[in-house]
């Protein structure tokens, strides 16, 4: 994602990058998506990890 800020990465994708010896339950990517996101705003980091209905996630600038 850091790579390419501002383009949708399929949840397929992140599931094939992060977990390479079993597919993991849904739950477990959120828990991964959710705790990413509060470390990313602990740091006070200007990026954003929204969500891209029907395709995955997205990096982008915070606005404000």
């Known amino acids: ?3 390419f ?3 949708a990465i399929q949840r397929a ?3 094939d990058a992060c977990f390479t010896e079993n597919t993991p ?3 477990t990517v959120n ?3 959710h705790n990413l996101r ?3 705003n602990d740091a006070g980091a200007c990026v954003d990890l929204v969500p891209v209905r029907g395709i995955g996630y997205r990096l982008d600038k915070k606005q404000g």
Request: glycine residues 6%.
């Open 1 to 3: 994602m850091a790579e």
């Open 5 to 7: 800020p501002g383009r």
């Open 13 to 15: 994708e992140l599931i």
């Open 25 to 27: 339950l849904e739950t």
């Open 31 to 33: 828990t991964h998506v």
């Open 38 to 40: 509060r470390k990313l």
